[in-house]
Structure formats: C-alpha cells, structure tokens
C-alpha cells in the first residue's frame, strides 16, 4: 500500500504517465464536496468513483483535496493507496491505521496512535469511537480499491465503511466497484456514484487540457478529437502530447486514432496486459462489428461462455459499455476498436476475411442490412456480397437506407459495380436521394450495355428497370410512354412482393401526375395490400402517403385525415418517424385541416413536418413542401409580406422539379389571394399564367383569371370567363377550385342586384362544399360573402346549418370598416405594402397618376394619418387589410 498525507502532491507524483490530465474540472469537484459536506451528526457517506484505467480519478481527487485543503477550515484528509499485497485484514487494518495517523491533524494522530493492535477483534469498533471522541470531520480516500479481492480484507474494509462515526467520510476510487456490500448504505442514499460518463471532459475542458500543452484547436478540430476519444482523460492527453510536437493540428487529428504509437502502446501497458490469453483473443475478435451483442460474440469467436466473457470484462471496468438505447448490445471505446481492428489485420486475410463474412451473415439473418453490407464488402467475397445487395438493396432504399447504400456501391469492386442489378440498385438510389441525372445516365449506361451484349434481363430487373424508369419520367417528362411499359410486365409476375409493391406504387404516383386519379387510386391501394402482406413497413407509409395526397387532390377530406392518422400511428408503430414519407402524409392532413379553416391543427402539423422536408434530398418534394407550408402559415404570420415572396419564389415550377397537378390546383388559388392581400396584383397575375402552363388552359387558370378580372372591378369580363367553368366546358381538377368559381359568380351577381342568381350560385357552392365540410373558399370571400350570407340566412333549406358555419368562418372587419373607405380607395388601400411608386399602382390599376394621388389623400384623411406607412399600419388595426 501506499500512504500520504493531505499533501497532494505526493498522490500527484504516482499518477502513471499519459494517464492523466492536469486539469481542475470545477463540476466534479463541487459534487464531491457536496456528497462529503453533510451535517455532522448525519450518518457517514461513501462516494464511488468507478471509471476505466485512464479517466482521471487520481487526479481528479488530488484536485479536490488541494481545493478542499485550502479552505479556511478544511476537513482532515487521509489518503491510502491499495496495492496487490494488500489483500490481507491485517493489511487493511494497518493501511486505514497509517492514512489516519499521517494526517495532519495532531489530535487524529495521536487518537489513533493510541489503538490497540489491529490484530484484535475489537480494532474496528475501537477506531470508530476513538475518531468520534476527536469530533473532527476526517476524509478518507481509498484509491485503486478494486485491487482488494481477498473475502476477509474485503469484509473487514466493509464493516468499516458501514459502521464508521458521523464524522468520516469516505471516498472510493476504483477501475470497477469492489463486492463491500453496500447495498442498504445506497438504498439510505448514503452512497454517491461517480461513472466514467460524469468524468468524461467536456469540449471546454479538453480546450483548456489543450492550452495546458500549448495547443488551441478551432471548434471542429475540437469537437472531432472530443468525439474521437469520447472525453476519456487519457485518450485527450495522448493526443495532447501528440498535437504539441505536429506541425499540422489539423491532419494529426484526421491521423489519431487506436493504432498511433503513442496510443497503442499505454492500450497495450494499462489496457490489455491485464487480459488473459482467452480474454485478448476474445476482444480482437469481436471488435470487427461496430457493435455486437452475446450471440453474434459466440459466432465469431466460437465461444459458448462469451456471456461469462462479457461479464468478467463489464465488472472490471474494460474499456467496454452497453450501447445505451439498445438493450443487450456492447461497444468498445473507439480508440481501443481502432487498436484491435489493426491486431485484427495480423491474424491474416483468410481469418479476417472470415470473421467478416461470419458478421455479414449473422447480421443479415437479423434483418440488418446495412452493418450486413459493409461486413460483405470487407469479406472480399464477390459473389456473396452481390448476392446480399439483390437481397436487401431495394428494401434499404425504399426504408430511406439509399445514402448507406450508395455508401456501398461506390467502394464494390467492378465484377459487382457492373451487374446490371446493381446498377439498377444505383438507379433507385439516385433517384431516393433526388439526383434524376445520374439516375437518368445510369439507365441509359445500363441500356447500351444490354444492347450492345444482346442479353434480355431477368423478369425481375426488367419490372424494376420499368418502375425506375416511371420514376425519371415524373421528373423529365415521357410519363405516359415509360408507364406504358411497365403496365406491360403483368404484376406478379416477378414473384417478388417487395418488387411488385414498387411497381404499383410507381404506376399509382405515376397516374396522379398525368391528372388520372381513378386508376391512380387502384394502383396505390393494390401496393399498400401487397406491402401489407410482405410486411414491409417503409413501402406501406409510402403507400399511405400517395394515397393521403392523392384523397387530397379529390378534395375526400375525411379520408385526407383518416389516411394521414394511419401514416402517422404507422409510422410510430414501426420506428419511421423521419421517414420523409411519415412527414409528407402529415403535410396533407394539415391540408386538410387547412381546407375546414381549423387553424390551429393547421399550424401545428405544419410547423412539424415542413422543416423536415424543406431541407430534403428530393429537390421537388422540398419545393413543395416549401410552397405548401407558406400557404399554410400565410393567415397568421405577422408579416404577410415576406411570406408571399417565399409563395411567388417556389410556386414556379423549376426544371426537372414538377408538382403534380393536384397540388398546383389546390394551391394557386390560395397564392393568388396572398399576393393580392399584401398589394402584388402582378405576381397575382403571374400565378394564374404559370398555372396555365403546367395545367393546360382549363377550370383553374380560368378562375385564376376571373379573380384578376374581378380584382380589378372587371365584373362582366369576369363572368365571361367563369361561364364555361360552370357550364362544364372547362373542367377543374379539384372540386375546391369549382366551389371558388361558384362563390366568385354569387359575388358578382350580387354586385349587380341579381338575388336570385346569387343564392342560386351559393347553393351550387354549398352542394359541393357541404359533404367534406369545406369551408376555405367561404373564408377566402371575405366580407361581401358574409353579407350576403346574412341577407339569404335560413333560405338555403338543407344547407342552411352549413350555411350558418360557413358565415361564422369569415373573418370579420371591424365596424364600420366596410363603409370608411369607397370602393376605390379599398383598391388603392391593398396596393399600399407592395411599395410600389404611384405610377407603378396607377399602371397596374389602369388609371392616370392623379387619380392616385387623390385617392391616396383621400385615406390618409378618413385614417386621420399622414405617412404611407401609418396609412398601412392603421389599416391592419382596422381590419382593413
């Protein structure tokens, strides 16, 4: 044993090399003082300082006696050292003796030197009283106890600790904890633990371990050599010294790993001499998975008692832990898996080859495939590695798994790289992570190949060459000819259900491009059974997503919110929930919600979902998402403004990157409207052309032009371009659309005292509206539908409870706002936050600049305000804007 005095100094002088920092780390020096500094008639308390060689309990505790030392009043401080010959009761005894007695309290000195022998039964009992009788607070500090291991030292150290005076105090630093029976002392709360995790170094820590050694580090050199080692003491100090004599910080970081010199050789001196001959080759062996539980340990080592294995190096404290989060697997510390993974090399090719190949297996009999993949590519096996990406490559892709994937591809070697399987695997990557044009080049590489070699494919690689090529159709154009030929190859045919529930749900998402949701609604709900029955869970969220967007764009709102509930509770159920398929479902239904003006849910799935997909790797889901959750924030954002320059820069449609025609003709009405509300008739004008372009010049774009007629107080040119959009001429792809059309020809023949053509026309609105309960369209209509509502109330016979709810939902100005202001001033009014110059407004008015000019006196007098900006600012507390 060894045994000082409080001086720490002397404790500091045994610390082995590169095993510990000189840093005082603030944190756990209070907690230790708070778990010592109890009243003094409170019974005594232990602390357990349990962590692995090298984490820096020494000097973690001879920081803390010189800290505590130097207070005006300190505590007596007794500090042992247990060394192997210890394991003695006499030796014990004799070790507690001289720690007291070498303290440098004179009174605890010479109450202790005044015991009887330590041989006699009554020593224990003798010490404590005497210790009691001194009155003084004492510290003892038992360093390196997990040495102890006799039954009769440990037992005696046992009833010491349990039965010490209120005035000791006692600290135990160990590797692992030693069996002293101390489970009724932790149950009293008389026990604080200290782990390795709370003696892990923070990045702040490590920075100033660094400055100690005359090395600063910039955040991510920082934050990379933290991850490296974890905060494990040693790890930050070996790399310290190593960083202090490099030139280049920066490359060191990149090099330092478990096989640097430096590091290997204190592995091999503190670390892995202590193992047995079985324990080393036990380790070397399991540390070529990243992770591994007792089963796959017994694969590759070939040991039935690994378990025992495990629990000889977990209670010693080896570098080893649980994984947390994942019950029953373990990891060891990356600097230590670097090591053995370079002791891995040593046993030859042949035996890492089939260490690898071992873990391969194993992992894909578990059903993980990504590990299962890398440890196939590691083995050098060909043919098993090609295999297994036939195997499970799909299914990693449609799980949102296609990064690993293309992780894997990029390093196969070329007999595999060149299997026309696999470059159709890199296809459906490719087009997972939103690259078309390498999708597009690989397609066309693979299609020269089989022509110029004059092979015809397998079944199977032909459905999924004509799935992938639906997919780049979508984004590039030629949908109907590429899913010609996919419904060509009759489903079922591969005998694969994973395969034929892609291809109907290419074929279904395919189908709600072209604008056909009927059959689209067959091939989706074939691909959610088929996906059901093989149980793959990621097909089936895709499944349910297409067909939440898909009752969307038929306006079936309670099967938008029913399909949107089963994404969610699925996605939850099976661990999907940043699947970017899980977001778009909920993207939907807050559509939905959007549609029945239930702002706050509205709100609240899209404040979840958009970020999600904003930032996504499908360029067109992103700008979708984007544009969809603009429209949806716009009615209650402070500042409308910015949000409908972020609607007019994504409702564009970008090259490559169509929005399927459902979502234009759900949405554009809604940009319109938020560009007319904060004064940009001109972009208002641009939505409506742009939604001709992608849509034909059917029901939307027409309707879109009738509100620009109607905006401009163009009431006949208005009518003329709804009439065939409500005679049937012009059909519209969402019912929502039709439901405007109709409202938009109430207001007008209102506006032209035709009362029984404006209730006629609300009740075509309300016939259409009433069964999904939509009620945005009411809302969008704004006063002048509210007052015209109210002079119809109770005249709309069945409809007249709808009627009432569609009323409610209309914002309401404030009074008397609707008769502050003419018509023309209202018209001037809503050009005011575009900001645009007076001549500007009088040529998107069609009037002269004067007439401008007097108009906008005219408001600046009745808002009794003199600026533009008061103008506008008066105008929103009104309700006027």
Known sequence: MSVVNWDTQQARNRIPKYAHPVIRRQRLLDSLSDAMSSPPDSPNTIAMLIAPVG???????????????????????????????????????????AALENSCSPAVSEAVRLLPPTAEDHFPAALAQA????????????????????????????????????CLRTVLAARFEPPLALHRMRLEGRVYDLSHRELAFTEDEAAILFAEHGVRLGDCDLAKIRSRTEGWAAGLRLAAISLARH????????????????????????????????????????SIPDAFTVELAEALTGNPGSRDVLDTLEHSNFLVERVSGSPGWYRYHPLLREYLRAEVGRLGRHAVGDLERVAAGWFARSGDHVPALEHALHAGDDDALLALLQECGLRLVLAGSW??????LDRVPPAVRTDPSTRLLRVAAELARGNTAAASSTLSALDRASAQDHAELPTDLEILGDGLRVQVAVQTGGIEDALEALQSDPVGAAGDPELDSFALLQEGIAEMYLGRLEPADGHLEDALATARAAELPAVVLQALAALTALAAYRCRLDDMAARASEAADHGRAHHLTEHRHFHVAQLFG?????????????????????????????????????????????????????????????????????????????????????????????????????????????GEAAVLHATMSLHHRRLDAARRELAPVLGGELECL??????????????????????????????????????????????????????????HRDRFGVYDKF??????????????????????????????????????????LFVSVNTVKTHLRGIYRKLDVRTRRDAITEARARGLL
């Open 55 to 97: 984490a820096g309990k020494t000097m973690l505790l001879s920081d803390w006696t010189a800290a505590v030392s130097a207070q005006p009043t300190p505590p007596t401080i007794a500090w042992l050292t247990i060394e192997e010959q210890d394991n003695d009761l006499g030796a014990v005894r004799s070790a507690v003796r």
């Open 131 to 166: 210790l009691e009788a001194v009155g003084e607070p004492v510290w003892l500090i038992v360093d390196d106890a997990h040495l102890l291991h006799e039954p009769t030292a440990l037992e005696s150290l046992g009833q010491y600790l349990r039965w010490a005076p209120p």
């Open 247 to 286: 030139p280049d910080p920066t490359a060191m970081i990149t090099d330092f790993s478990g096989d640097s010199r430096v590091v290997a050789d204190y592995l091999v001196n503190e670390v892995l001499d202590g193992l047995t001959g079985d324990e080393r080759e036990f380790v070397v062996e399991t």
């Open 403 to 408: 990064d690993a994937v293309i992780s894997v």
């Open 590 to 698: 807050a559509l939905g919600h959007y549609l029945r003006v239930e702002d706050e849910a509205t709100q609240q799935l899209a404040s979840q979902c958009v970020p999600h997909l904003a930032d996504c790797e499908n360029p067109a889901l992103g700008r979708a998402s984007v544009l969809l959750g603009a429209v949806l924030e716009f009615e209650s954002t402070d500042d409308r403004h910015a949000v409908a320059r972020v609607i007019r820069d994504h409702c564009a449609p970008a090259r490559n990157q169509p929005l399927p025609p459902g979502t234009t003709a759900l949405v554009a009405a809604s940009a319109q409207r938020a560009f007319l509300q904060v004064g940009e008739p001109v972009w208002a004008a641009q939505i409506a052309e742009l939604t001709a372009a992608e849509l034909g010049h059917g």
């Open 734 to 791: 969402s019912e929502v659309t039709l439901i405007r059309a109709w409202l938009m020809a109430a207001t007008i023949a209102d506006a032209r005292n035709e009362s029984i053509a404006a209730r006629s026309a609300l009740v075509e609105a309300m016939t259409i509206a009433e069964p999904e309960s939509i009620l945005r369209p009411f809302y969008d209509g704004g006063e002048p539908l509210r007052d015209l509502l109210d002079r």
């Open 803 to 844: 009627a009432e709810r569609a009323r409610s939902v209309i914002p309401q100005s404030a009074q008397g706002a609707t008769d502050l202001l003419t018509p023309r001033e209202m018209e001037l009014l809503v050009e005011l936050p575009s900001w645009h110059t007076a001549e500007q407004i009088a040529a998107d």
